[in-house]
C-alpha cells in the first residue's frame, strides 16, 4: 500500500493536462454489451476503477485490448455470461451500470450487490424500480441481483423519485432494447448521461432529450460498434482549479471543457481567483488567500458533490467564514476530521460544515476515506506548512490517472511512497 507525500507552501505554476472522464468512460464500456462487435475508445483514463470495469467485462467473455495513448478496444462479439461476481463488483458501484445493456441484449443478468466509496446510502433500488416498469423481473438472493426479462423488455414512462445519474444511464441502455418507447422523468442532466446518450446515438439507437430531466428512447433499433472519444474529467479539472487556488499559482488546464465546470468557475471566481477559458483551456490565477464563499451542492448543473471536499480544502484558508452544504449524501464529511488534523477549523451539524478560515495549514499525518477525500487532503496539503502524509491513496487512485506527476511538473514537491505503516 503506497502514501502521497507533500512538502506545502510553494506557489504552484504551469500546465496541466486532463484525461479522458472516469464516470463517463464507465457507462461508454457497459454500454459495449448492447451489441456484438468491436467498439475503439480514445482519451480513455488509466484508473484503478477502469481496470475494475474491463476485468468486469472480460468474465462476460468480451476480448479487451489496451493500446497506448489511452485506446482500448472492446470486442463484444460472444458475450454469453452474464454475471457480475462480488470480488470485482464490491471495489466499485459503478458495476450496477451492466445490468440494463444484459437485459437488453440477453434477457438477463445477474450482479453481486455493488460497493465502492464509503460516503453514505447510494442504493439502486431505483434502478430495479425502473426495470420492473419495463417488464423485468427481480428477486435478491445470497447477496446478488437477479433480474430476468424472459419476454423482453416494453417501454414505458419511468419516474426517478430522486435524481440518479447511474440509474438513468442503466434505464436509458435498458430501453435501447426494449419494445416501444420509453420515457425517464427526473432524469440526470449530468454531461456524462448526455454522452452516452450521444454514443447510444452514434450505436444507431434513438435517445432524444438528454441534459434536460426528460429523456425519451425509442427502442427495438438495430446497434452497431462505434469509435468514441471520452470526453474530458469535468472533477478533475475542478479539482486542479482548487490546487491553483489554493497555492496562489497560475494553472493553464489544458483538454478541458469549461462549459462542464461553470458552476465551480463561478465560484472559484468568488473566492478570489481570476479566470479566463478558451475552447479547451482554462487558465486559473489563484489569490494572495482564498475569500469565503458558502456553496451547496445540488444535481448538475449546480455544484457537484464531487468537488466539495477539493472546495472545503480552499475555504479552510479563506480570510473569513463559509458554510458548505451537502445535500447530495449523506456521509460526505469524512475528511473533516482528517483537515482538523492539519489546524482547519470545522464544525459539522447536520448537512452543514461551518468553516472559519485559519491563516495556515499545519502538515500531519492524515488518511484518505474515499475518492474525493484523498483529492482534498492533497489539495490541503499542497498549502500546508510541513509535511503531509496522506494514506490509504488506493481511493485515489480509482478516480485520478497519475496525480503526483502531473503536480511535480507545476512545481509540487510531492512523491508516492510505500507506506511501511499501514494501520
Given amino acids: 500500500m503506497d502514501k502521497i507525500v507533500i512538502e506545502g507552501g510553494r506557489r504552484l505554476e504551469g500546465e496541466i493536462k486532463i484525461a479522458g472522464a472516469k464516470n463517463a468512460a464507465l457507462p461508454a464500456f457497459a454500454a459495449t454489451l448492447l451489441c456484438p462487435g468491436k467498439f475503439v475508445f480514445s482519451n480513455v483514463p488509466d484508473l484503478r476503477d477502469m481496470d475494475t470495469m474491463i476485468a ?10 489496451k493500446h497506448d495513448g489511452g485506446v482500448v478496444t472492446v470486442n463484444t462479439e460472444n458475450i454469453v455470461h452474464c454475471e457480475a461476481p462480488y470480488d470485482l463488483v464490491r471495489t466499485m458501484r459503478a458495476s450496477c451500470l451492466v445490468l440494463g445493456p444484459l437485459l437488453a441484449r440477453l434477457g438477463k443478468s445477474r450482479l453481486s450487490l455493488p460497493g465502492g466509496c464509503a460516503i453514505g446510502e447510494r442504493p439502486i433500488n431505483l434502478h430495479l424500480k425502473g426495470f420492473q416498469s419495463l417488464g423485468a423481473e427481480i428477486s435478491l438472493e445470497e447477496g446478488y441481483v437477479n433480474a430476468a426479462a424472459p419476454d423482453g423488455l416494453t417501454g414505458q ?10 440509474g438513468t444511464e ?3 441502455m435498458a430501453a435501447t432494447g426494449a419494445k416501444g418507447t420509453t420515457v425517464l422523468e427526473n432524469a440526470a442532466r449530468e454531461p456524462e448521461v448526455v454522452f452516452l446518450a450521444d454514443m447510444l446515438n452514434k450505436m444507431g439507437a434513438d435517445v432524444r432529450g438528454a441534459g434536460t430531466d426528460k429523456i425519451t428512447i425509442n427502442g427495438g433499433k438495430e446497434l452497431k460498434p462505434a469509435e468514441i472519444a471520452i470526453i474530458p474529467d469535468r472533477v478533475e479539472t475542478g479539482t486542479f482549479m482548487a490546487v491553483s487556488a489554493i497555492t496562489g499559482g497560475f494553472l493553464k488546464i489544458v483538454g478541458c471543457h469549461p462549459p462542464h465546470v461553470e458552476a465551480v468557475t463561478l465560484k472559484f471566481i468568488e473566492m478570489g481567483c481570476k479566470i479566463s477559458e478558451g475552447p479547451d483551456w482554462l487558465e486559473v490565477t ?39 452544504t451537502e445535500s447530495i449524501f449523506e456521509n460526505r464529511y469524512m475528511h473533516v476530521a482528517e483537515m482538523r488534523r492539519m489546524g482547519a477549523n470545522i464544525l459539522i451539524k447536520g448537512k452543514n460544515a461551518f468553516i472559519h478560515g485559519v491563516p495556515s495549514l499545519s502538515g500531519a499525518q492524515v488518511m484518505a476515506t474515499d475518492l474525493r477525500a484523498s483529492a482534498s487532503l492533497i489539495v490541503a496539503g499542497l498549502a500546508a506548512k510541513g509535511k503531509t502524509h496522506v494514506r490509504r491513496v488506493y481511493h485515489l487512485d480509482r478516480g485520478y490517472e497519475r496525480i503526483e506527476e502531473k503536480l511535480r511538473k507545476v512545481g509540487a514537491k510531492i512523491t508516492r511512497q510505500p507506506d511501511k505503516d499501514k494501520k
Fill in 56 to 65: 468486469l467485462l472480460k468474465v462476460m467473455d468480451a476480448v479487451v485490448e
Fill in 170 to 172: 442503466n434505464l436509458m
Fill in 157 to 166: 414512462r419511468v419516474y426517478f423519485d430522486l435524481v440518479t445519474v447511474t
Fill in 286 to 324: 489563484g489569490p494572495a488567500r482564498p475569500r469565503p464563499a458558502d456553496v451547496e451542492t445540488n444535481p448538475y448543473p449546480s455544484f457537484p458533490t464531487d468537488m466539495q471536499a477539493q472546495a472545503m480544502a480552499v475555504l479552510a484558508v479563506a480570510d473569513g467564514a463559509s458554510v458548505v
